[in-house]
């Protein structure tokens, strides 16, 4: 776009404006891919010793119980966090997690060998780690 101004022409938008709003643009939509796609690539693993024992998605509320020879521990997930609500562990660590929500988090009960794991898609975690590392 050009303006006649005091008589020469005045260049109101320069090549650098253009490349800043592309990058703007560029990393909006990137953020916008990963805040859409993610949700749906979050899972909550539960481990026994080592073991994936059942796997619940992270944006869908419920109630858990895991049960094992040791006894049970009832997991909740409500609204993208996850946490140890009951358990009939000999020390209850578990409970005192509070809730965790991100990649990578887990809650521990050593009595009873579960894990309660978050997950995520593995390119998911790829772009997250990349963005994370610049
Ligand atoms: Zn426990």
């Known amino acids: 776009m050009k303006r006649i101004e005091n008589g020469k ?18 990393f909006a ?7 859409l796609i993610q949700p749906q690539g979050e899972v909550v693993c539960v481990y026994r010793n080592g073991k994936r024992i059942a796997e619940y998605a992270l944006h869908k509320d419920g109630v858990y119980t895991v049960t094992c020879e040791a006894g049970f521990n009832t997991v909740t997930v409500k609204g993208g966090t996850v946490c140890v609500t009951e358990a009939d562990c000999s020390n209850g660590v578990c409970m005192r997690y509070g809730a965790i929500s991100r990649v990578g988090q887990s809650i521990v009960c050593a009595p009873h060998g ?11 975690d790829a772009i997250l780690s990349w963005e994370f590392s610049v």
């Not at 939509?29 to 990963?34: E, N």
């Not at 894990?115 to 593995?122: L, Y």
């Open 29 to 35: 939509i990137i953020g916008l891919v990963i805040w």
């Open 114 to 124: 579960i894990t309660v794991k978050i997950e995520g898609n593995s390119g998911i």
């Open 9 to 26: 022409q005045v260049k109101l938008i320069t090549k650098g404006d253009i490349l800043l709003l592309a990058a703007v643009a560029f």
